[in-house]
């Protein structure tokens, strides 16, 4: 059973720095989740730097503790989890890349283990889709994100991070009737840039929406939706208001408190057939005090306390 070290023996901030100071293995025998660093960010459109949001990740992450009070859960009495380490990336390569993110996840994912992913930049959700879904059915998708990410193409190129889920639906990867993009706002290229998405069949539920409807309604339209399909969870960190994120690559006004993430993550995955989450666009050179990554954490944090909660038994 992998589980961090014990804090109150060994102080939190010595060590080599590991996701939560749990174990670095890639025996993945006893393992139930690995988590996962992918660094890059050659999917860029604006601001690089994402290749270093794992670091960050993991340096901000040695402030968790095991006990999660939003779920009422002891995380590692129910669920054991490693550090995976990184994925090896080709920098300005993406089909390499790619290539070598879709066999890393297939691996993990062929041994039981579920991936939780930290980019990165988005265009690796693609990769990642396609080594979850290898020996698998499609999944529902739950984007949280201020992006739809379904150009088709940037600048004549197909892969960039505006781009992963416009092929991931090609591909056949998700299942759109039973997926849900959430959060979606700010300035477009122009007004019928989420046409393809809705065509689909997938639900669009933007800023706004969220705003005007409120946590608990919309929870219970995705969970709707979502309902009888293996779900994967991918966050981009800009869903949160600049104020709560700035140091991401894109960051939109208008948005979401971590707090407000928070129940919204919590409540979807609550008895659901989770198969993974990537948490995507950390990047710490933008980033005040940490607090993007602090959020980035917390969201992983308690994507791990819903899958500890489902397997315990105990109803949310």
């Known amino acids: ?138 999944v529902a998708l739950v984007h949280f994100d201020s992006h739809s990410d379904t150009l088709p193409d940037y600048f004549g190129k197909p892969y960039n991070h505006g781009t992963p889920f416009y092929w991931a639906l090609e591909e056949g990867l998700i299942l759109p009737e039973k997926s849900t993009q959430i959060g979606i706002r700010g ?16 639900e669009i539920i933007t800023g706004p929406d969220l705003h005007e409807l409120g946590v608990e309604v919309v929870v219970e339209k995705v969970r709707q939706r979502i309902a009888g399909a293996p779900v994967y969870i991918t966050f981009d960190i800009d869903f949160l208001d600049a104020a709560f994120a700035p140091g991401t690559g894109t960051p939109e006004v208008g948005g979401f408190s971590s707090y407000e993430a928070l129940k919204l993550l919590i409540a979807i995955c609550a008895d659901q057939q989770l198969l993974g989450m990537d948490l995507v666009e950390v990047l710490p050179a933008a ?30």
């Open 1 to 138: 059973m992998f589980k961090p070290v014990n804090s109150l023996e060994s102080p939190r901030f010595t060590g080599v720095r590991t996701f939560m100071r749990l174990p670095n293995s890639q025996n993945l025998n006893d393992a139930d989740i690995a988590i996962v660093g992918v660094p890059f960010d050659s999917g860029v459109s604006f601001i690089p730097g994402a290749r270093f949001g794992p670091a960050a990740l993991r340096d901000a992450s040695i402030i968790l503790k095991p006990y999660c009070p939003m779920t009422q859960i002891n995380i590692f009495d129910h669920i054991s989890v490693l550090d995976f380490g990184d994925i090896n990336t080709v920098p300005g390569y993406m089909e390499e890349s790619f290539a070598n993110i879709e066999a890393g996840v297939a691996d993990i994912c062929k041994s039981g283990t579920m991936p939780v992913v930290m980019g990165g930049d988005h265009s690796v959700s693609l990769p990642i889709l396609r080594g979850l879904v290898k020996e698998k059915e499609p």
């Open 187 to 202: 300035p477009l290229y122009d007004k019928d840039a989420m046409d393809y998405p809705k065509e689909k069949g997938m």
């Open 287 to 316: 980033d005040h005090g940490g607090v993007t990554a602090l959020a980035g954490v917390s969201l992983i944090h308690a994507f791990l306390a819903a899958v500890a909660r489902n397997k315990s038994g105990q109803l949310f």
